[in-house]
């Protein structure tokens, strides 16, 4: 009996249209649980370093959590993991929606694909029963409408789906796979075009059985009451109408200006009325108390829904207001385009124009107002007309495509990758490791835990201290309470605070819950009432994660052994990339991140990093640090190819 | 003798629905055997109806099992889009699988998580978090008591 998993992964090959149930071995569970850690396991043992990321052998893993479709609320995170055409290297990618949970009803805790169909298909999965159907029909279909397509089709408004938009089919590298509210971001849309697979449709109504369901249950509803009610938790930008946050501090246009002081009362006015206007709902995704969704209808758009920044990046890079970004959000939802890249290649594009690097050559026909501009370079990104073709692949490979002192341009990709716009004065210790360092891709999906920013007295943050249950010890309630300069962090906290951010991350990512109630959410603060059942800090933490697996799954698992399973993950992700060719060279925060630097400090922080961790000089992991986890195996693989000395 | 009682209900607002199907969840949690066993929405007597695309969400209670089809003939119009007749239908029936168990196709139907009641009420207003399903007094009617008298003698005897 397996608990809170199935116990079988569904493996299709679309080049020679099979379809295969395989059972998993229990071992690898408890060894790195499921999500991103079995899928990163799958990655090492089957795709070898030379395999292309647009070759057949590459492999599209869709994952679920090992906690998703239990009672444990919010845990319902869908895992993309495959090889990116951008950087390279693993894609991270995940998200919300409905898509996993339903996966393991119909049986399969992850779903393997492999091959490359001849032409487009869609598998429908309905429990044991898995077919592969032809979808040249839905070519060129939104990703939404897709979604709504198939489900008429298969006469079934309970299937799930996930699908890409044109710009997947395309092989646009910024493209999403999108499920519901969900959206899988930082490019595997374009893996899944590649394989002309244009969805999965998937229903199941099998049963998850719980190790010890009556006390799992009685916390799983306790947990549902007190993240309801906590407003610290979820995406507060689905209720504040406050962002002065992003509009103040987040650089606009090709992540290049700075506008403080650009957010007042009348523009939160005018953002509220136009939000309100065009609100429908909140919604949900799967058994989860908070509403992070918002869902819009814009006049002569399908109605679309965003959660957290999403909402900015486009008027943000744009130099307009929330409008243009609901407006274009409708266009580019459907078309599957991520949110966070596409504007920066857009505003990137826009900028080499007005620098005369782009010409009317290039852009014949370019209109001349912003909004015009958008749609314009939308259209041919997505359809990889012309110029867009070369946009396609990132302001990274664009700008070296382009040439003509366009590299310049390109400031703010780290690993290949675009990163959020974000430009500083004094360099922060921690966000310097995590910017480099991680391989999650993305700030976002690396920070959360340790607050961003110190508090002003000693009395506020000793308040805070004594409600955050969520620290892991006390060491890190020291480097808070002694902190008052948001640059001055000792190397030694630095490497730990980085550590531990991340280390929930790849919690998450394994077992399934949100960032937005877990790895993401500490960061801003604990709340008061440490002797409620979630303390101080987000919902989910290192103290209380351990017991909610032992309970789903009924493996005994300590804090220790919990820590020790990311820490495996994360090694096991570094491994595959570093095979891959990633360096310490890679690991470069954008250069303009923060104004001032100091190249002798940062490469001596990271030196300090590299040996916290375990890892040598070019940031690869020891052998003492691979077979201490149990990953010799990864080390032996190094000796043999050079990368580590025998 | 006669007595007020007072009926509760559970009610829907599906204007307050976010679609999150944690009533799907814990329904068919709670009514496991043994209880909260097993995870599985489609032994679930809730079901919520979503059409994301017309920002339609309705949790539907299961109700009895009708045994032949029924005759409906009815086409549903919200915002526009048609709705067959047993798009937001509550009967378990020959032609449909829902409210169904999925592997004995024994028919579901929703007992207000029967008696007595867990304490906060049917799982899946409990499980609710924006008020879409609440359970309160509906009516009331006049009841003949006559069980308890006798639930009385039992306990003399």
């Known amino acids: ?646 | 003798m006669k007595k007020i009682k007072t009926i509760k209900t559970i009610k829907i607002n599906p204007d307050k629905c976010t679609g999150c199907r944690a009533c799907e969840m814990a329904c068919s949690a709670f009514h496991a055997q043994p209880k909260y066993n097993i995870v599985n929405p489609a032994r679930s007597r809730i079901r919520v109806f979503r059409d994301e695309g017309n920002d339609i969400y309705v949790p539907i209670l299961a109700g009895e099992y009708t045994e032949t089809e029924c005759n409906a003939r009815y086409r549903m119009i919200i915002n526009g889009k048609e709705y067959g007749e047993c798009s937001f239908c509550r009967s378990s029936c020959p032609s449909r699988d829902l409210f169904k168990e999925p592997d004995s196709g024994v028919a579901l139907k929703c007992d207000a998580c029967g008696e007595p009641m867990p304490e906060g009420g049917p799982m899946c207003v409990q499980w609710c978090a924006t008020e879409a399903l609440t359970y309160g007094p509906e009516r009331t009617e006049e009841v003949e008591v006559v069980e308890e008298e006798e639930e009385e003698e039992v306990e003399e005897l």
């Not at chain 1, 079934?156 to 899988?184: L, M, W």
């Not at chain 1, 943000?316 to 243009?324: G, H, K, S, V």
């Not at chain 1, 690869?620 to 580590?644: A, H, M, N």
């Open chain 1, 1 to 646: 009996m397996r608990y809170a998993e199935t116990g079988y992964n569904l493996e299709i090959d679309l080049s020679k249209g099979s379809v295969e149930k395989v059972e998993t071995d229990p071992k690898l569970t408890e060894l790195h649980l499921g999500g991103q850690g079995t899928a990163a396991k799958i990655l090492w043992d089957r795709v070898p370093p030379e395999v292309e990321p647009f070759s057949p052998d590459n492999l599209l893993i869709f994952s679920s959590g090992l906690l998703d479709a239990t009672p444990i609320p919010g845990a319902n995170r869908t895992i993309v993991s495959t090889f990116s055409p951008q950087t390279n290297l693993q894609i991270h990618s995940v998200m919300g929606g409905f898509f996993a949970p339903e996966m393991k009803y119909a049986g399969y805790d992850k779903i393997v694909i492999r091959g490359k169909a001849p032409d487009l298909v869609y598998i429908w999965i309905n429990n044991d029963k898995v077919e592969i159907r032809e979808a040249t029909h839905l070519r060129g279909k939104g990703s939404h409408e897709t979604a709504e397509l198939i489900q008429q089709e298969l006469k079934q408004d309970k299937a799930q789906v996930a699908a890409i938009g044109p710009a997947g089919e395309n092989r646009v590298y910024v493209a999403t796979i999108d499920s519901s509210c969900g959206c899988a971001s930082r490019g595997p849309g374009s893996i899944m075009g590649d394989k002309r697979l244009k969805a999965i449709a998937v229903y199941g109504t099998k049963d998850i059985y719980i190790a010890r369901p009556a006390e799992l249950f009685e916390i799983s509803l306790r947990l549902r009451k007190e993240i309801s009610e906590n407003p610290n938790l979820g995406d507060w930008m689905a209720y504040d109408e406050n962002d002065a946050f992003h509009h103040d501090n987040f650089a606009w246009g090709n992540a290049r200006v700075r506008r403080k002081g650009y957010w007042n009362k009348e523009i939160q006015e005018r953002f509220t009325k136009i939000k309100y206007e065009h609100l429908d709902r909140q919604r949900s995704c799967y058994n989860c108390p908070k509403t992070c969704h918002n869902v819009i209808s814009y006049p002569g758009r399908r109605r679309f829904s965003y959660k957290c920044y999403a909402k900015d990046t486009y008027h943000m890079a744009a130099f307009q207001e929330l409008d243009f970004s609901y407006d274009i959000l409708g266009v580019t939802q459907e078309y599957g385009l991520d949110s966070y890249s596409t504007p920066q290649v857009i505003a990137f594009a826009i900028e080499l124009y007005e620098a005369g690097i782009l010409t009317d050559q290039d852009m014949p026909g370019f209109p001349s107002d912003v909004r015009g501009r958008f749609l314009y370079l939308i259209e041919k990104i997505v359809h990889r007309e012309g110029i867009g073709d070369i946009l396609a692949n990132g302001v990274y490979w664009a700008a070296r495509q382009i040439g003509k002192g366009a590299e310049k341009y390109d400031h703010n990709t780290t690993k290949k990758l675009e990163q959020l716009p974000i430009k500083l004065g004094k360099l922060n210790p921690p966000y310097f490791l995590m910017i480099a360092t991680s391989e999650k891709m993305a700030i976002t999906q690396t920070e959360g835990s340790f607050p961003q920013d110190p508090l002003p007295t000693r009395e506020e943050r000793e308040k805070f201290v004594r409600d955050w249950v969520a620290a892991p010890n006390d060491k890190f309630k020291q480097y808070f309470l002694e902190w008052e300069k948001r640059e001055v962090v000792s190397n030694e906290a630095a490497c730990a605070i980085s550590d531990w951010n991340e280390t929930m991350h790849y919690i998450d990512d394994s077992v399934g819950l949100c960032g937005f109630l877990s790895s993401f959410r500490g960061q801003f603060g604990g709340r008061p009432g440490a002797d409620s059942l979630l303390g101080g800090g987000p919902a989910y933490h290192i103290h209380n994660i351990p017991h909610l697996i032992s309970l789903a799954t009924g493996m005994e698992l300590d804090e220790a052994g919990l820590w020790e399973i990311a820490r495996r993950n994360r090694n096991l992700v570094r491994a595959v990339n570093i095979r891959r060719g990633m360096r310490r060279k890679d690991e470069v925060p954008p250069a303009d991140h923060w104004a001032v630097r100091d190249h002798e400090f940062e490469q001596k922080l990271l030196d300090d990093y590299y040996k916290f961790k375990g890892w040598n000089n070019d940031g690869i992991p020891t052998r003492e640090t691979l077979d201490k986890l149990g990953l010799s195996y990864v080390s032996d693989d190094f000796e043999r190819r050079g990368i580590l000395p025998t």
